[in-house]
């Protein structure tokens, strides 16, 4: 049977492509099938500071007037970017790779993720594959909680005033992802799903821990939903903590997740 020269070239294209899909380096991913993670008494911390050399502005005043009920919160101002004497919060930091192939127990602690002033409260979080997100409603108003994540199932659940939390899990790795309100634009959240304990966020003084980690060197990231990612390695020696800091130079840049590019919006100074 004789092939066409088009037959044999699509052919040949699957081919490389195959093997070129093949060839990539992935990143490993502890699976449930793997030992269980014991402590042995020798590990340590991460500690740093987040700073922020980009020049401090006002806050943006969010649009509330669709509600009555939000604009009696009494506080419009953007929590998007947060700084204070030069330190940068809710930035997501975690350890991206160099951490032993085992398991981790999955916390019975549940996340909670709450609504009140009309908006997302914590905006960062982070939470284990399998563990429960409990989501609130503060607010005597109604919201609509929409997750818009990618390797898991996107939901969209409208959430009453005075209704019960509602409670997911996320099965699967997924490093950031949004969290929106429908009936109310401007509230976001971001989420990020990992198989490990290790992540943390910078609070009010730029401050992070990622805590008890086995003595090894690690990849660690430090990502901002507005200044994109850092990435810088720390090595941690037995009871001995490791620091490691990040800076933001207030340049804006696409977020790396399922969001896209943000609204540019100036920094919020903290009193």
């Given at each position: ?8 070239f699509?052919i ?38 987040i ?22 919160s ?5 929590d ?7 330190k ?7 350890v ?8 981790f ?7 909670v993720?709450?609504q009140?002033?009309c908006?997302?409260s914590?905006?960062v ?6 563990q ?14 929409h997750p818009v ?9 409208s ?9 997911r ?5 997924e490093?950031?992802?949004p ?5 109310h ?8 799903v ?43 020696k ?15 840049t ?5 969001k ?12």
């Amino acid at each position: 049977m004789m092939i066409s020269k088009q037959t044999l070239f699509a052919i040949l294209l699957v081919l490389a492509t195959s093997l070129s899909l093949g060839c990539e380096r992935k990143e490993e991913v502890p699976s449930p099938t793997d030992p269980p993670w014991k402590p042995a008494g020798n590990e340590a911390n991460i500690t740093g500071r987040i700073s922020f050399t980009g020049v401090d502005a006002m806050p943006a005043m969010m649009d509330m007037s669709q509600d009555p009920a939000c604009l009696g919160s009494g506080d419009s101002a953007s929590d998007e970017v947060m700084t204070k004497d030069g330190k940068l919060r809710n930035v997501f930091i975690y350890v991206k790779s160099g951490l032993p192939r085992v398991s981790f127990e999955v916390p019975a602690t549940e996340v909670v993720l709450d609504q009140k002033g009309c908006r997302f409260s914590p905006r960062v979080l982070g939470l284990q594959t399998g563990q429960t997100l409990s989501i609130s409603n503060s607010d005597q108003t109604n919201h609509n909680v929409h997750p818009v994540p990618k390797a898991n199932r996107e939901w969209n659940q409208s959430q009453m005033a005075g209704q019960g939390p509602i409670k997911r899990k996320f099965t699967s790795v997924e490093e950031l992802f949004p969290v929106k309100c429908n009936m109310h634009p401007w509230m976001l959240a971001w989420v990020s799903v990992l198989p490990h304990p290790f992540f943390a966020v910078s609070g009010q003084d730029g401050a992070y821990a990622i805590k008890g980690l086995p003595p090894g060197e690690y990849e660690v990231v430090a990502w901002h939903e507005k200044f994109g990612a850092r990435t810088g390695k720390a090595l941690v020696k037995p009871n001995t903590d490791a620091n490691l800091d990040f800076s933001f130079d207030g340049s804006a840049t696409k977020a790396e997740s399922n969001k896209g590019t943000l609204k540019m919006q100036p920094a919020l100074v903290l009193p």
